[in-house]
């Protein structure tokens, strides 16, 4: 448990959640979410097997494969969620979506509540790659991770060149600081690395929040036999003020790599705070 949850018994507690509304929507939910695991995992094996070789083989020398590779990742994404939204799953709440299809060279951020939060960046923005959990390697997911992603367990430095190289070609990197999905209750300490690529990459940090309906079920710690009770989840995409490295730049890397850190927790707690009261505030005056 993260020092920021100190002060909270168990940031993972679900006993405030209310009684399950409706036992048969319900009961279908969960079936759905966990036939949706099992059709993401068989999907991502097809590409890795089938798919992916086709675009080595096209894509040739001219086009980075995986450039191609994750734009194709992006566009099968969206035929995904689009799926759990016929299936009153998920769906999603974004205002302009054309601003994160023109997002470029930056290290994207983003709070982490559930495990859906990197399919829904990625399909938002298909210019991408993202750091993952190295641990994924050793699931149905390998395949395209090894492929098309970076793990956690890359070393570092290494991971500093390959950023560089895709952020100098317009992709950006999606990054959780958090390092693990965020607690139901509180957050947990930013790491730095995602300052770090920002510093030796040269650009700008973008910061998003993830809000919407609770997304217990999707957790850390929840069981797979789980799902809001009372409705689906929705989530509610809200783009930040751009972070300038310019802020950065002149500072000793150790001193820019913690102040960079510290903003970006600052920008996303404060935002994730004030949305919370906001969607209290609208909760109470609608009852």
Same mark, same amino acid.
Request: aromatic fraction near 12%; glycine fraction near 6%.
């Given at each position: 448990?993260?020092?920021?949850?100190?002060?909270?018994?168990?940031p993972?507690?679900?006993?405030?959640?209310?009684?399950?509304?409706?036992?048969?929507?319900?009961?279908?939910?969960?079936?759905?979410?966990?036939?949706?695991i099992?059709?993401?995992?068989?999907?991502?094996?097809?590409?890795?097997?089938?798919?992916?070789?086709?675009?080595?083989?096209?894509?040739?020398?001219?086009r980075d494969?995986?450039?191609?590779?994750?734009?194709?990742?992006?566009?099968?994404?969206?035929?995904?969620?689009?799926w759990?939204?016929?299936?009153?799953?998920?769906?999603?709440?974004?205002?302009?979506p054309?601003?994160?299809?023109?997002i470029h060279?930056?290290?994207?951020?983003?709070?982490?509540?559930?495990?859906?939060?990197?399919?829904?960046?990625?399909?938002?923005?298909?210019?991408?790659?993202?750091?993952?959990?190295?641990?994924?390697t050793?699931?149905p997911?390998?395949?395209?991770?090894?492929?098309?992603?970076?793990t &956690?367990?890359?070393?570092?430095?290494?991971?500093?060149?390959?950023? *560089?190289? @895709?952020? !100098? %070609?317009?992709?950006? =990197?999606i990054?959780?600081p958090?390092?693990?999905r965020?607690?139901?209750?509180?957050h947990n300490?930013?790491?730095?690395?995602?300052?770090?690529?920002?510093?030796?990459?040269?650009?700008?940090?973008q910061?998003?929040?993830?809000?919407?309906?609770?997304?217990?079920?999707?957790?850390?710690?929840?069981?797979?036999?789980?799902?809001?009770?009372?409705?689906?989840?929705?989530?509610d995409?809200?783009?930040?003020?751009?972070?300038?490295? &310019?802020?950065?730049?002149?500072?000793?890397?150790?001193?820019?790599? *913690?102040? @960079?850190? !510290? %903003?970006?927790?600052? =920008?996303i707690?404060?935002?994730?705070?004030?949305y919370n009261?906001?969607?209290?505030?609208?909760?109470?005056?609608?009852?």
């Amino acid at each position: 448990m993260s020092k920021k949850n100190h002060s909270i018994e168990n940031p993972y507690d679900h006993s405030d959640l209310p009684k399950v509304k409706n036992i048969f929507v319900h009961s279908y939910r969960c079936f759905m979410k966990i036939f949706a695991i099992a059709v993401f995992g068989i999907g991502a094996l097809f590409l890795a097997i089938f798919v992916f070789p086709f675009i080595r083989l096209f894509s040739g020398k001219k086009r980075d494969f995986g450039i191609v590779a994750r734009a194709y990742v992006s566009h099968t994404f969206r035929i995904f969620l689009s799926w759990l939204h016929y299936s009153d799953v998920s769906r999603r709440v974004v205002n302009n979506p054309e601003f994160y299809r023109n997002i470029h060279s930056k290290v994207i951020i983003s709070n982490h509540p559930s495990l859906l939060d990197f399919v829904y960046i990625m399909s938002l923005v298909p210019n991408s790659t993202c750091i993952v959990r190295g641990g994924l390697t050793k699931t149905p997911l390998a395949g395209v991770i090894k492929q098309a992603y970076i793990t &956690n367990t890359t070393e570092f430095d290494d991971v500093l060149v390959e950023c *560089k190289k @895709l952020i !100098d %070609k317009g992709c950006n =990197v999606i990054i959780f600081p958090e390092g693990t999905r965020t607690p139901r209750k509180g957050h947990n300490n930013y790491k730095k690395g995602a300052a770090r690529i920002a510093l030796y990459c040269n650009c700008d940090v973008q910061p998003i929040l993830i809000g919407g309906t609770d997304k217990y079920g999707l957790g850390k710690n929840d069981p797979l036999w789980s799902f809001n009770p009372v409705e689906h989840y929705v989530y509610d995409f809200k783009n930040l003020p751009v972070i300038s490295i &310019n802020d950065y730049k002149e500072l000793p890397e150790a001193i820019a790599a *913690k102040r @960079l850190t !510290d %903003k970006m927790e600052e =920008v996303i707690t404060t935002a994730a705070k004030e949305y919370n009261e906001n969607t209290t505030t609208k909760t109470v005056n609608n009852y």
